[in-house]
């Protein structure tokens, strides 16, 4: 719109110039909560003509072809990161944290005569001093993890454990397992849930071949074949191969001479490429090649392409490759005019989704960025299809058989059980000889068993990796690093400035600069949002019946006699809104809406204010005097069934819009216009957890939007729940965290749990994991543009020794009250996230003041190397070079965390690995004095 508006003398007048009231910041924090599974391909079914020329169904494929028409109203999946899914070293939780540690094994029968098996251990996370246990139920269905507080003074029970999975009452009470060889049984059902090594089919394939029997014939390849097979792996000799073998015969050459071969983020990959199989002149159907090829999960289909046309595609359908067995297909299309590679997708409909998807188009100039794309795609493709109900159902029969085994074999030897009082987790306090023997042995066997597991190449050691280092999205930015308060709440204002309540007062931190007080502690903020849009402050003030709305313009902070003004209750009482007399909450309508609308929660009762003035006005007349109070009409009561614990606002189309409201152990729809309350999802709490007195926690209510159709992620204890708005049904699938959080973070592609030790991370279209990582004093400050979090963990603190005496014990906390430490307050830049990483981002790669650091360490990538192709790639990520501007080696090697039970091996010849940022910015890592448990 253009022009603007004046007042002069009480009326309005238009001046001639043009204000553009959208930025790409508030673009794309508006667009954050926003995405489509449109990105991940559609499901589409394929024909086939048979001799008589009808058509036959060839089965249902999602195809992922990079084509966006019509998806232009979410941030694209060019933007998006290339991450491996549910990484083995977060996931596999019994290597980890369990073996090589002291731990306990309980083994029991559910109500359905089902055995089941409990692994509890009490660790300390990333040795920041947060002790907590963690727990691993096996039942024939898979294993599922929960992470719970541990405190010494009040241990957790089994039966308490067991309460967090649900599990009601029993058939027989889990009773313990002392024998040390029950962990070699618990370590192969961790195995079950997929590969840590994969072997994937390549096939060379020719125009206007249309069967796998002229693709397994091809004996020929050409050299862009034989260029894309060297890409993907080294070529290695067969005979006398000691590593991973995907199958192939490595005594007699049965299967081939050659193979190709690579390691991928600690993934051994063994490709069973079709021209280097054996060859048969007189079996058409060369079964030598398709007896692996066709057992492979997934395939590789390699045409090549000399024409001009960028638009030009081999017609391939899954149904020339005849196989139960493979359900994903890549197919890959190298142009030989312009050295490209382009690639499409067919999943069978049963592979759940799994990125990263396609850029548009899914072309790739750069050779090496192609291979790290293809890789992680089929890794996380084949992670996806083992979900699918065929291989699921064979897994849960292969589940069900080993813990019946594992039930049979330990229960009826009754010398190796004893009976452990429900309430006795690991207890250490006053051990006989012989308990600390038989500890000693347990710990022995587990850690010689954690040895073997590695030497033999099946150890989840994605962690670390070789190569490049690249930085990732949701790397911390340092911000302020010596706050003294403790936080209580607080929001950003700008790209700079944070507004933070705390016990003394509310505060201004400016980045690089020291903070300044605004209102004294006699104005107990417990609730704050900035509203630039509007130039407002808005605060809640709470001292039990007396919580009330206040509201400021922003610029009543600004200029330098206001910079030194600091506010106390008398200065607050023309500023509070007094219909709000009471409240306990309020919740203010989304950023971007042309209207503020805030809802007030006084007890059951909810309060409906609408800002009188839209976001253009307040834009075009920023400075016009009114009193800021009443800026604020009133509209409406509504009637809520109890006290809110929640409260979201929700817009609606041609202003239907609703409050989704959270109280107890439900949520509720409530129409603004009318009060119209529909129950929208009730969370059915299980009988131990009533007995128990523990109730539903309710987290989070998140207004996402889903090819621009409004759907909430409902969150609660450790669950997130896909609600749609229009349908009585939501999607197929809610994810676990293995924390329950305290605040959920939407920005996709992702979706962040803080917790009050640790940030989850997951992908929202799937709910698979990508990143964990573990802080003290976590919480989280804001979300509204940028991530703002604080933590007790700040540049230069480095862990805690233990002694030795702390290897058979849980850590305990400090006993001794001290002084609190200062808050070290991080950013996540939401431009990051988004996938629009740039190489001006203040990040440990790049020159920064001396104050500033970073809270990661970039992770090192095998699959970057040098770029032979300037053009400007499809993926919108950064790399980073080694400070010294070399590569670093790569030698394959093990990744273990603090809390793995091994040590990290060390370089030969007594040299250091090489300075890495995560070094120079949060402390000085000696290799010297590595911690272990080994004994």
Not at 776 to 795: E, H, V, W
Request: proline share 6%.
């Amino acid at each position: 719109m253009d022009g603007t508006i004046a007042v002069r003398r009480g009326k309005l007048y238009k001046r001639s110039y043009t204000i553009n009231t959208s930025t790409p910041t508030t673009d794309l924090t508006v667009r954050r909560d926003a995405f489509s599974r449109r990105q991940y391909g559609s499901v589409e079914t394929l024909t086939l003509m048979d001799d008589d020329c009808k058509s036959h169904s060839a089965g249902r494929f999602r195809i992922e072809s990079g084509d966006l028409e019509g998806s232009d109203e979410v941030s694209s999946p060019v933007a998006s990161p290339v991450h491996l899914e549910n990484p083995e070293f977060q996931t596999r939780w019994y290597f980890k944290y369990f073996l090589g540690k002291l731990h306990q094994n309980y083994v029991g029968i559910d109500t359905e005569k089902d055995p089941f098996i409990l692994s509890v251990v009490v660790t300390d996370a990333n040795n920041h001093n947060v002790p907590q246990y963690r727990a691993v139920l096996w039942r024939k269905n898979g294993a599922k993890r929960v992470c719970l507080p541990y405190n010494p003074q009040k241990p957790q029970t089994v039966k308490g454990i067991l309460s967090h999975f649900e599990l009601e009452k029993f058939e027989k009470g889990p009773k313990e397992i002392f024998d040390p060889d029950i962990q070699k049984d618990i370590l192969v059902l961790e195995e079950q849930e997929g590969s840590i090594n994969f072997k994937f089919g390549v096939v060379y394939a020719k125009e206007n071949q249309v069967s796998d029997e002229e693709f397994y014939s091809n004996d020929d390849p050409s050299q862009s074949f034989n260029s894309f097979s060297d890409l993907l792996g080294d070529r290695i000799k067969l005979k006398g191969w000691e590593k991973f073998k995907g199958g192939l015969d490595v005594k007699s050459n049965a299967t081939g001479t050659e193979s190709i071969y690579t390691v991928y983020e600690g993934h051994e990959i063994m490709f069973h490429v079709s021209t280097l199989l054996p060859h048969s002149l007189e079996n058409k159907q060369q079964v030598e090649r398709k007896r692996h090829i066709g057992n492979d999960i997934v395939n590789i289909l390699f045409y090549e392409s000399s024409s001009p046309d960028p638009q030009a595609f081999p017609q391939f359908k899954p149904c020339m490759m005849r196989s139960r067995f493979t359900h994903i297909f890549a197919v890959v299309c190298y142009n030989t005019c312009d050295r490209s590679y382009k690639l499409n997708v067919f999943s069978e409909e049963s592979v759940p989704l799994f990125g990263p998807p396609l850029p548009s188009p899914p072309v790739f100039h750069d050779a090496d960025e192609f291979r790290e794309f293809l890789l992680v795609k089929l890794i996380n493709g084949e992670k996806a299809a083992v979900n699918n109900p065929l291989f699921a159902q064979k897994r849960e029969r292969t589940l069900e058989m080993l813990i019946k085994n594992i039930h049979q074999g330990y229960m009826m030897e009754t010398n190796k059980l004893y009976r452990r009082a429900f309430s006795d987790v690991i207890q250490d306090a006053h051990i006989s000889r012989k308990e600390e023997a038989r500890r000693s042995e347990y710990l022995r066997v587990g850690q010689t068993l954690k040895v073997k597991t590695i030497l033999k190449g099946d150890a989840p050691t994605s962690l670390v990796t070789t190569g490049l280092l690249k930085r990732e999205p949701w790397e911390p930015q340092s911000f302020c690093m010596d706050f003294p308060h403790p936080i209580i709440c607080g929001d950003s204002w700008g790209d700079n400035k944070l507004i933070l309540s705390t016990e003394n007062g509310t505060f201004i931190v400016e980045e690089g600069l020291n903070h300044r007080s605004i209102f004294d502690k006699s104005v107990p903020v417990k609730q704050l949002d900035v509203v630039e849009a509007h130039n407002l402050l808005i605060f809640r003030c709470d001292k039990g019946k007396e919580g009330k709305i206040y509201v400021y313009r922003l610029n009543d902070f600004e200029g330098e006699v206001l910079d030194k003004v600091t506010r106390g209750k008398a200065e607050c009482r023309e500023n509070r809104i007094e219909k709000t007399k009471g409240c306990h909450l309020y919740a203010l309508s989304r950023q971007g809406a042309s209207h503020l609308r805030m809802v007030v929660a006084i007890q059951k009762r909810l309060l409906l204010f609408t800002w009188k003035h839209s976001v253009a006005w307040s834009t075009w007349c920023p400075t016009v005097d009114f009193e800021i109070v009443d800026g604020f009409n009133f509209v409406r009561e509504l009637q809520a069934f109890d006290s809110p614990q929640l409260i979201t606002l929700i817009d609606g189309v041609r202003d239907d819009n609703q409050i989704c409201v959270g109280y107890k152990n439900q949520f509720d729809l409530i129409n603004e216009k009318n009060g119209d309350t529909l129950q929208l999802y009730q969370v059915e709490a299980n009988k131990i957890l009533r007995k128990r007195k523990i109730e539903v926690n309710l987290v989070a209510a998140l207004d996402i939007y889903e090819d621009e159709e409004s759907e909430l992620l409902l969150c609660y204890n450790h669950v997130s729940h896909f609600q749609k708005l229009s349908e009585e049904t939501s999607h197929d699938f809610d994810f676990n965290w293995n924390s329950e959080p305290s605040d959920i973070v939407c920005a996709f592609p992702y979706v962040m749990a803080f917790t009050a030790d640790s940030i989850e991370i997951r992908l929202i279209i799937n709910g698979n994991l990508v990143h964990a990582m573990s802080q003290p004093g976590l919480s989280l400050i804001t979300s509204k543009c940028d991530i703002y979090f604080c933590t007790l963990a700040g540049p230069g603190g480095s862990p805690k020794e233990k002694s030795t005496e702390q290897r058979y014990t849980p850590p305990s906390s400090p006993s001794a009250k001290t002084l609190r430490p200062p808050q070290y307050i991080y950013k996540i830049p939401l431009s990051c996230l988004a996938g629009q990483m740039t190489t001006t981002d203040k990040s440990p790669m790049n020159p920064t003041p001396p104050h500033q650091s970073t809270l990661l360490a970039p992770v090192a990538q095998n699959g970057d190397r040098s770029p032979s192709n300037k053009r400007r790639s499809p993926l919108l990520r950064t790399k980073c070079i080694h400070p010294s501007g070399e590569k670093t080696a790569s030698d394959r090697h093990d990744s273990s965390g603090s809390d793995s039970g091994i040590s990290i091996l060390r370089p030969g010849n007594n040299s250091s690995p090489p300075d890495s940022p995560y070094q120079q910015t949060i402390c000085t890592l000696d290799f010297s004095h590595q911690e272990t448990d080994l004994v």
